[in-house]
Each structure stands twice: as C-alpha cells, then as structure tokens.
C-alpha cells in the first residue's frame, strides 16, 4: 500500500486534480439508511472509460481495494467503504453521458453515472420507453441499478433490470475494458458473461455502461384504488386482470391500512383515496401503448366482477391524470412516512404470489404475538410476489432494533420454508452476508467463490460485500 501522500498524487497523474476529492462529504461515507459508516484513503471520480481502467489497473498492481458508488441509494450497505480507512471510494457520476439512442432498433446506450430519470428522459424524447421506475429515480444510477439488479414498481409487466439489458461495457479488477455493448436481441456466443455483473454489487467489475432496451411508450393507462379484506383477494384479483388484459397488468400494488394512516398523518398532500376503510388495498395499473384502448372499461368490468364474486369491496378507478398521480403519491410516500414514524425492521423478501397469503398470514400473527416492541407494515410490488414485510416502532426503538437478528431470523426461516427469498431487490451489500450463507445452495455458494476469485483473484474490488472476504 502507497503512503497517503503517493497514493493521491498517483490518482490525480491518472485522472487529474479535479477528480481527486480530499476531504470527502461525510454523506458518501455513509449508507442511505445509515446503517454503516465508512472511512477513505480517498475518493476519486473518473469522466471516462478510460479513467476507470486506468485507475484499476493502479489499485489492482498495490492491491487497493476499491468500492463503487452510484447515487448511493442502495439498502444493504453495498457502496459504503469498511471502516479500515485504506479503500478507494470510486464515484462513477463523472460518467453521464448517452452515447447513443436509436429509436428504430428499440435501444439506448448510456454511461454508468447517468442518473435513471435521465435515461428516461432521453427515452421518451425518442417517443419510446425505459421501464425502470425506482422511488429513487431521481438520484439513483444506471450503473447502480445494474449491480443491484433492482426491481420496482413494473416487474410484473417488463422484469428486473437484467430483462432490460442488451450489452454492457466493464472494467475489470485488473483494469481490462470488457465491451459487450451490442445491440442485439439475439446473441447466443457462448456464456452470458455480461450478466454475471448483473447483481454482482460491484464485486465482479465496474460498470461503465451498459445498452438498454427501450420499449414502446404507454399512451393509455387505467388505475384503481381497491379495498380487498385480505391478500388472498390480491391473488384471485391479479388472477382475473391477467385472464381479461394480458399483459396490460404494469403494476400491482399491496397497502396495508396502517401505510395509509401513516402517510395520510406525515406526508403533506397524502389523502385517503376511498371513504370506508379496509385492512387491505391494492394499486392497480394497467397500460397500453395504443393511445385508443379502452382500458377503464376493461378495468371496471374487472373489478365489477371481482365486486359480485366478494373479492374486494371498494374501489376508485381515476377519472384524470391527478387523481391517478394522487394514488401514486399515496405509495410512493410509504418509507418516507415509515421513517418518520420511527426506526424499522426491513425484511425485503419474495414469494411464489400464491403463497403469500399464508406468509402474510403466519408472519403476521407471530409478530402480533411475539413482537410487541413494533407493529407491522408490510406492503409491496406484490404483483411480483414481492413483500417488503418491515416492523416499525415509535421513535428510536432501541427495544425492537435490539432483537433485529432474532426476529430477521424466524422471518427469513419462514421465507426459506416457504420457498421464498430473502433478498426480492435490495441485493446483499454488507448488510445479508448472513443470510446469503444461511440459506443459498452450497453449490450455488461456492460457484459464487469460484467466480470472484477468477474475476478478482486479489479481491480488490468492493471486498466484503456479497460474500465475505476470504481467510
Ligand atoms: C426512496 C427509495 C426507493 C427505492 N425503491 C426501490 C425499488 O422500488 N426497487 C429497488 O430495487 N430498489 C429501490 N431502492 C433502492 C436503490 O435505489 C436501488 O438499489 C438502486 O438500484 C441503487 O442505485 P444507486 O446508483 O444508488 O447505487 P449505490 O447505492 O450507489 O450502489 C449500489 C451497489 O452497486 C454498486 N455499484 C454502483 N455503481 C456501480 C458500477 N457502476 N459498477 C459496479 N458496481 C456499482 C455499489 O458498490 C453497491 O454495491 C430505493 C431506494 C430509495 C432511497
């Protein structure tokens, strides 16, 4: 390892003065729920491909580790540096540029560090449509959402990130330019190598960019706000949107009445989108890229049905685009509202859609019952079988953070028990090593070592995160 002092001077010869930071904001030395706080030797950020290259060809010859950041929104501690003070904390927001659209071909080719609403921007400007929608689409980026494989709230409709994937372009740990930006569809040479970064947390390589596949635009859309008594109507209502619009079903949303109370209390501008209440709601969506489908219709004829066969009670289908945006409000407000409540348990996991109820069911009645520090908000992308089952107390809750690995435990026993995964998007950073190691395959585990050490044979690059570091 280079003396402080030799290590920046080497850094600002490769990518000069400006990106070099000496005293790094604290904000990047720590993780978006504050879980984690870091240390750095230092803290670069790269304008180019080549910079990058450049810079892991240095780290890689003294063995610096190194660990990317995007916009630092992650939940699992995974672009946070350990507290050892030797890491480089690599920035990839100099890269934000968008190399290239093609509207014709459906396809984008943009830099890791471009935030995602931009991606979307420069989308639709091409009148097509990037899928990915994150309530952190204003901060979080592309490079980030690659090695995170996020979800969201369109799965159902378009798939995680990795379904949206054509090419990408990485650096590797000892500072080779791996470029599989193809535009293609179709591309069976060998191995899907580029989808081994998908996931991989910054632990495989860095991403510099990536090629994207766009989509036509939504031109229409219908959207209800439905009460149901329970999360078994949930399933027999998705059941019966798919039977009747296909693939038209874009989101499917799970609301618990306490995420309306809290929102309606904390977030100014939150209202209570149906007069009675309910122990249960769902957000519902469907869209359509031609602009003269009628899909209200096809909407309240559904819902109709679901009403007379009692499988939900209420619902309010938009009449305008701002009462729509209100019911989006409403979801998109949850962890906001959460976290002003007070401290919380996040369990981010995933299920078969048709064993959810009786998770939500079993889970709920042991928190009610064993749990007493918190009570339960467990809502979700539950179109996808996805659940983040979270346990909230008042203020600081020191009583209920003190029994986190207890209650994280029998949670994530009962999602492995029901075939169920304990991490639906947020990944693993440092925050689930545990778990990873508790309730992956062992084959599964062990071929995950054999490719980080064949990635990164000096474990240089975000060492740590995914798996632990090796004895
Ligand atoms: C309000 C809010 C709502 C959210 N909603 C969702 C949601 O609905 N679904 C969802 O999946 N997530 C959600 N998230 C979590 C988060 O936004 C996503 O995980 C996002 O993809 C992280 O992107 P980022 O740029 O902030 O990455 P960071 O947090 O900066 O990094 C995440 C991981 O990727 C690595 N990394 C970053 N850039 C690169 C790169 N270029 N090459 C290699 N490794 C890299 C980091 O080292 C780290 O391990 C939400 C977060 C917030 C705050």
């Known amino acids: 390892m280079p ?6 001077r080497e850094l600002r010869l490769r990518v000069g003065d400006a990106a070099v930071l000496d005293a790094p ?3 990047l030395l720590t993780d978006q729920r504050g879980l984690y706080q870091g240390a750095v030797a230092a803290v670069v950020a790269p304008q180019s491909t080549a910079q990058v290259a450049s810079l892991l060809a240095y780290c890689h010859e003294q063995r610096i580790s190194v660990v990317p950041q995007g916009g630092n929104t992650g939940y699992c501690g995974g672009a946070t540096p350990d507290a050892s003070g030797s890491q480089l904390l690599l920035l990839l927001s100099g890269l934000k540029a968008i190399r290239a659209v093609d509207p014709d071909n459906y396809s984008l080719t943009a830099e890791a560090g471009c935030i995602l609403a931009t991606i979307k921007q420069a989308a639709a400007a091409a009148q097509r449509y990037f899928p990915l929608a994150l309530g952190s689409e204003g901060s979080c980026q592309l490079g980030g959402n690659l090695s995170t494989n996020a979800g969201g709230l369109n799965v159902l409709r378009y798939g995680m990130t990795r379904d949206l994937v054509l090419g990408l372009e990485v650096v590797l740990a000892d500072g080779r330019v791996l ?24 632990t495989l390589g860095v991403i510099t960019a990536a090629t994207l596949k766009l989509l036509p635009q939504p031109l229409a859309s219908a959207t209800a706000f439905v009460a149901i008594p329970s999360p078994a109507q949930a399933v027999a209502l998705l059941a019966r949107l798919r039977a009747v619009s296909g693939e038209r079903v874009a989101s499917f949303e799970l609301i618990p009445r306490i995420a309306i109370e809290l929102t ?3 977030i100014a501008g939150v209202a209570d989108p149906l007069d009675d209440s309910s122990p249960w709601y769902l957000l519902v969506e469907l869209t359509s890229s031609a602009a003269d489908e009628q899909l209200n219709a096809c909407l309240d004829q559904a819902l109709e049905a679901a009403m007379n066969a009692g499988e939900i009670s209420n619902a309010s289908v938009a009449q305008n685009e701002r009462q729509r945006s209100d019911f989006w409000r409403l979801r998109e407000s949850i962890p906001a509202a959460q976290r002003r409540a007070g401290a919380s348990l996040k369990h981010d996991v995933s ?8 998770f939500v069911a079993v889970a709920s009645a042991w928190v009610a019952q064993h749990v007493p520090e918190g009570y339960l908000v467990a809502y979700g992308h539950v179109g996808d079988g996805n659940l983040h089952f979270n346990i909230t107390a008042s203020g600081a809750g020191e009583a209920l953070l ?33 778990e990873l190691e508790r309730y992956t395959d062992p084959v599964e585990l062990e071929l995950m070592r054999t490719l980080k050490q064949a990635f990164d044979p000096r474990g240089i690059l975000n060492p740590g995160k995914v798996l632990r570091n090796a004895k």
């Open 264 to 266: 309606t209390r904390l």
């Open 402 to 434: 003190r029994r986190q690995a207890e209650i994280k435990r029998v949670i994530h026993d009962l999602v492995h028990e029901m075939h169920g995964s304990f991490s639906a998007e947020h990944g693993i950073g440092q925050l689930k090593l545990e």
């Open 25 to 27: 904001p604290a904000e």
């Open 3 to 8: 003396s402080r002092a030799e290590l920046l």
């Open 351 to 358: 299920l078969p859609i048709t064993a959810l109820p009786r």
């Open 179 to 202: 470029d599989t930006l193809r535009a293609l569809r179709k591309d069976n040479t060998g191995y899907d190598i580029k989808s081994l970064f998908i996931g991989a947390e910054g």
